[in-house]
């Protein structure tokens, strides 16, 4: 056997089970009862924001989809699979546009870059609140270029602006690199999954979290449905 | 030399005061109650300072003019020493100035902050943190609900820290980033900062008053003409104090109500 054929071998006998044996948990994220109305931002104070939005951007605490499912939940492999770092991974993107955090929810892994971009004629000053990793808050004037920072560990940091109190945001970093967050329909997929027993974690910034033991056997797709008690207030 | 001193300080002394004299930079228009008398004061101190600097200005030339030079055989009289007459002429002069402009100011000030509002006074309450105002109104129950400062959450526009879950009174209260109040009728101000020191500053208004983190302060005010002015903070409270200001909104009562209507349907 000459070494390409041999690396061609060994290629294909680690490459082909994950291929060929890869599952996927799917499933979507629902809630029960009434959840708490999303209340109109006025920004008035801040008039170039306030003249970026038709109507008034709505608290994004707890936002509801369509037939009762749940906007921003992460869901992600929280035990089963192996702790990864993203830093060779895509940098992520979170956006300060209109006074408002775009996603609201950006998941993203340890050691991946995060890009903060300030598209606003006004200045931001960035505080995201982590209780494990180093605590930051960065001003960002209009035009400035983008900060980039990464996190060591793996938690979910309150992101919060110093200077307009009513912009929120969350940071979900997470030591896998399977998750989703979820958008109107609630639903989420987990692909490309080895064979393996997993925890699935859901997790909503109000209501905390819901787990769900699945396996996963062979190139088969699993379903996991979470469901949530909304709160009224 | 001193004779050309003295006639710039002069020209400087009459150059300045002619914007004053001509009234050149007027206030914004008053629209208190009591903002009049406010005006008065502070019309009367700047005539009293304006005409004691004139004057005290003035004199100094002329001493400059009179007594420059070298006069051989006079003996000039300085202080400590000499001259005592003249020093504690000034000194009185000065302090009797202070102390007349003191005791008929906080009449006009004390008639705005030293008196209690009327019973039938709108309450409104408002907080100042880091850099925004928001307000609350007392809804149909006329109650405002406690404020529990762990509840507060920001994102989620309870500013407040209230507990509707909870706390009956705080369902109806409505919490605006904007103030508006009926024309002509009387507003008791609840005044709490959140964090640091701040002010509540409506120049139209003749209304200044510093929130003091740990005490719940009052204020009220009666504003007589309907229009859009602003209120800003006037205390340094950090990075984003340059951006630290809401709207007043002074309504005719009917668009008051309408408001305010649509303010609690948006909660």
């Known amino acids: 056997m000459n070494n390409k054929r041999f690396c061609s071998a060994i290629l294909v006998s680690v490459v082909a089970p994950s291929l060929l044996f890869a599952g996927t948990i799917s499933g979507k994220v629902t809630y029960t009862g009434t959840p708490a109305k999303q209340k109109a931002i006025d920004m008035s104070k801040e008039p170039s924001c306030a003249k970026q939005h038709e109507t008034p951007q709505l608290t994004e605490t707890v936002v509801p989809g369509s037939n009762n499912t749940l906007e921003n939940v992460v869901v992600y492999i929280s035990a089963g699979a192996p702790d990864e770092n993203g830093a060779s991974a895509k940098p992520v993107l979170f956006t300060q546009q209109g006074c408002h955090y775009a996603p609201h929810v ?67 970093v997470l030591k896998t690199s399977h998750y989703a967050v979820t958008g109107d329909g609630g639903t989420f997929t987990l692909p490309n999954l080895p064979p393996g027993k997993y925890t699935v974690t859901a997790w909503q910034e109000d209501y905390g979290t819901k787990t769900a033991e699945v396996t996963i056997t062979g190139n088969e797709t699993k379903t996991a449905d979470f469901s949530f008690v909304a709160k009224p207030y | 030399m001193a004779k050309l001193f003295a006639v710039t300080l002069l020209i400087i002394a009459i150059v300045s005061a002619v914007p004053i004299i001509r009234n050149t930079w007027h206030p914004v228009e008053d629209i208190s109650a009591h903002g009049q008398a406010i005006d008065d ?39 400590p020493g000499g001259a005592k007459g003249l020093v504690a002429a000034a000194i009185i002069l000065v302090g009797v100035e202070v102390f007349a402009l003191g005791a008929f100011g906080v009449k006009a000030w004390g008639n705005i902050y030293f008196t209690q509002p009327g019973p039938d006074a709108l309450p409104i309450q408002v907080q100042a943190g ?41 369902r ?52 007589t003409k309907v229009g859009r002015y602003e209120i800003v903070c006037s205390q340094l409270c950090g990075l984003g104090h340059y951006n630290m200001k809401a709207y007043l909104s002074v309504l005719s009562q009917p668009d008051y109500d309408e408001w305010l209507k649509k303010e609690a349907a948006l909660q």
């Not at chain 2, 300072?49 to 100094?60: E, P, R, T």
């Not at chain 2, 640091?196 to 009666?222: C, E, K, M, N």
């Open chain 2, 41 to 79: 004061q502070m019309s009367e101190t700047m005539w009293e300072a304006g005409i004691s600097f004139l004057v005290s200005q003035i004199f100094l030339a002329w001493l400059i003019f009179r007594f420059s030079g070298s006069r051989p055989g006079e003996k000039t009289k300085t202080f």
């Open chain 1, 106 to 172: 950006l998941a993203f892994q340890v050691g991946q870059e995060l890009d903060v971009a300030n598209k606003d004629q006004t200045s931001h000053n960035i505080h995201p609140l982590p209780k494990l990793n180093r605590e930051w808050n960065k001003s960002q004037p209009p035009g400035s270029p983008d900060i980039k920072e990464k996190y060591d560990q793996a938690e979910f940091i309150s992101v919060k602006c110093n200077i307009h109190p009513w912009m929120h945001g969350w940071f979900a």
């Open chain 2, 130 to 170: 880091q850099f925004a105002f928001y307000f609350r109104y007392p809804g149909p129950d006329g109650k405002l609900g406690p404020i529990h400062a762990d509840k507060i959450s920001e994102g989620n526009q309870n500013f407040f820290g209230l507990d509707p879950a909870n706390d009956v009174e705080s």
């Open chain 2, 172 to 223: 109806d209260d409505i919490v605006t980033a904007e103030m508006a109040i009926p024309v002509n009728k009387e507003v008791r101000l609840l005044m709490h900062a959140k964090d640091v020191s701040h002010s509540f500053y409506v120049p139209a208004l003749r209304i200044h008053q510093d929130f003091v983190p740990g005490l719940d302060l009052q204020l009220h005010f009666t504003a």
